[in-house]
């Protein structure tokens, strides 16, 4: 590289605010949805509500901040990644304060369901697209850690929660998480930008010769993308995955203390899986972009349905523990990989708007899944049969990656959509 080069590269690249703004977005959006385990007992009580009728609440909120990236991936794209995730952080904000006034379980379902749901799908896709844009050598590296802000969020988020709870009741805890929510995520989304060409930058920092212009970013066009083998064979793994991806985040709590863990260290249990969670992300994403990310996603369904092997013989606060902390790292690791595989088969043209097709089938299993564990408990009281459930479909998800990596044709780096 030559001497004005260097002189032209700034101190610090841009690219690490977008992925800070990514990170707080992620940290406020999951960390405020993945409180919700630390207020089911107190819903149930309040409402008189069954468990399998409480989890639906979640899984609502989950469906809809996973199906929506299909309208807010493509708006990102027009219309630029911050907008929508300032919207976003906003809206989780105010979904989280009318929480705190719900009269209703029904109340409940309209204020953290569409709030929570709706803010978290504005932000979670554009911001996640935008990160993609300004990195190729260290994309899985950048991607890890913008995301590692659920890690972190699942960490903090839950026992703070547990803690307002006990100190001022559920529904004063639902308002301080809303404020904290709009404050600190509005202020943090504002880093976003959507590409770096608008700095003059390539993608890594990397300076533009002097008058060179700039390409637009290439690719796939979305129907290419969605048509193609790859995405129709990554589309099924997920959505067959995410039929138990979020089922220990809604009942690892309930079933700890169904098995006499006390509530301040069930609580906790959420916390171990957001360290396991963030250690995923950050050092999974390190390593897959070196041993190869679609290989890596192999071992990431592999390792989760190990891990929900754990929990199916598991009932003292320790065994569950290392359950928590092995599935958060592989599940750290999934979550990690995605954009930047969907970067790397399909390119950066259309990044936000094939994520957000890809999210949907991450949204129909979170519909379907926790609140049918919760249904199967109410008629069994008992967590064996999802738990089975959900390890059958980790190994069936791997099997599916696996079949069509070997028929996919040819590999993004011939087809060169992978530098954008």
């Known amino acids: 590289m ?113 709030g929570v749901g709706l803010g ?12 993609q844009r300004w990195f190729v050598r260290r994309r899985g590296f950048a991607s890890g850690l913008a995301v590692s802000g659920i890690g972190v969020g699942t ?115 959420l916390g171990v899986i957001g360290v396991g969670s963030t250690a995923g992300r950050f050092f999974l994403g390190g390593l897959a972009d070196r041993m190869g990310r679609q290989r890596a996603l192999l071992v990431m369904f592999a390792g989760m349905a190990l891990a929900l092997a754990v929990w199916a013989f598991s009932t003292a606060f320790w065994g569950l523990a290392a359950f928590a902390f092995a599935y958060g790292v592989f599940y750290g690791g999934f979550v990690a990989l995605l954009p930047a595989l969907v970067m790397d088969y399909f390119g950066g043209r259309n990044i936000s708007a094939v994520i957000g097709i890809l999210y949907t089938s991450v949204a129909f299993g979170t519909l379907v899944g926790p609140s049918a564990a919760g249904f199967a408990f109410d008629i069994s009281h008992s967590y064996l049969l999802p738990i089975l459930a959900s390890i059958c479909a980790n190994i069936a998800a791997a099997g599916i990656v696996a079949a069509t990596s070997n028929t996919a044709g040819a590999s993004p780096n011939r087809l060169g959509v992978n530098q954008r």
Not at 173 to 178: Q, R, S
């Open 2 to 114: 030559s001497r004005d080069a260097v002189l032209a590269r700034p101190r610090l690249f841009r690219g690490w605010l977008v992925v800070a703004g990514a990170f707080a977005v992620t940290f406020v959006g999951f960390g405020s949805a993945y409180t919700f385990s630390a207020f089911v007992e107190s819903l149930q009580r309040d409402f008189a509500a069954s468990r399998g009728s409480v989890s639906l609440v979640f899984s609502l909120a989950g469906f809809l901040y996973f199906g929506l990236g299909i309208v807010s991936g493509p708006l990102a794209d027009r219309w630029g990644s911050r907008r929508l995730a300032v919207v976003g952080m906003a809206l989780v904000g105010l979904g989280l304060i009318a929480a705190s006034m719900a009269r209703s379980l029904a109340e409940v379902y309209a204020a953290y369901g569409l």
């Open 155 to 269: 960490l903090v988020m839950p026992p703070l929660a547990s803690f307002f709870i006990e100190a001022v009741g559920w529904r004063d805890a639902y308002l301080i998480l809303g404020c904290l929510a709009v404050i600190s995520g509005v202020g943090m989304a504002l880093l976003i930008e959507n590409d770096p060409r608008s700095r003059g930058l390539n993608p890594d920092g990397d300076p533009a010769p002097s008058g060179a212009h700039l390409a637009p970013p290439t690719g796939f066009s979305v129907r290419e993308a969605i048509k193609s083998r790859r995405f129709i064979g990554l589309y099924a793994a997920c959505l067959i995955c995410s039929f138990g991806l979020f089922v220990p985040f809604v009942h690892l709590v309930p079933y700890a203390l169904d098995h006499g863990v006390p509530q301040s260290s069930a609580v906790l249990l």
């Open 120 to 131: 978290v799908g504005c932000a979670y896709v554009p911001a996640l697209g935008a990160v």
